[in-house]
């Protein structure tokens, strides 16, 4: 399932009220079943749609999804795919993968339809998240769409360093990876910063001759 297709599926989750999880590949390395990008929607009873790679991790994230639409605290899960219980060998890959578990995506609703807007008409831009390990033990998510590498309306103090790191992600015509880095200087309140730069590139028109 195509990204523009999970976000139109969560908008409308969202729209009629319903507690969703949002799982999304932040980094991976060695064999792993997915790239950074790759998302995967969860409700009370399971997966709703996408895929973070299937398998004994997928359905790790699953429980930690059912727990988080609970508790409603979100978090940076990591696995060692090579240690993960419960699957059989065909299931399990030697690499490694940070998933990022985002327990309220209601909070970003205008985000999310501002994607689906812009994807409709064919806009290309980038899903930037900013992830915050709080010194409370809180872990807390921003979203923000970005078109053009304008960051105004991000926080000023993460500004300079957003500009520099959104350098290079407006290509249209190529598939640009995701970047996941850790933020460089001290945050009041916070023990780590990251930011997730997810590049949204819409599907090529259909062109009938």
């Keep these: 399932m195509k990204m523009s297709q999970l976000l139109a599926t969560l908008s409308t989750k969202l729209i009629h009220k319903e507690k969703v999880a949002l799982a999304t590949v932040v980094s991976a390395s060695g064999s792993a079943p997915q790239t950074p990008g790759s998302m995967a929607l969860f409700g009370a009873d399971g997966l709703i749609a996408g895929t973070i790679g299937g398998g004994p991790a997928e359905y790790q994230v699953m429980l930690k999804a059912k727990e988080a639409l609970r508790s409603r605290k979100s978090e940076i899960l990591r696995f060692n795919l090579a240690g993960i219980p419960g699957g059989d060998s065909d299931s399990i ?18 985000v999310w339809s501002q994607i689906n807007m812009e994807v409709a008409e064919h806009n290309n831009g980038v899903l930037f998240s900013i992830l915050l390990d709080g010194i409370d033990n809180i872990f807390r998510i921003r979203r923000f769409w970005i078109v053009n590498g304008e960051v105004s309306q991000l926080p000023e103090e993460f500004r300079e360093v957003a500009a520099m790191a959104l350098q290079g992600m407006n290509a249209q015509e190529t598939r640009v990876p995701c970047r996941f880095l850790e933020f460089p200087y001290q945050i009041t309140g916070t023990k780590s910063v990251w930011f997730f730069l997810q590049p949204v590139i819409p599907p090529p028109s259909l062109v009938i001759a």
């Design 93 to 110: 890959c030697g690499g490694t993968m940070s998933i990022l578990l985002d327990a309220q995506p209601h909070l970003h609703r205008e």
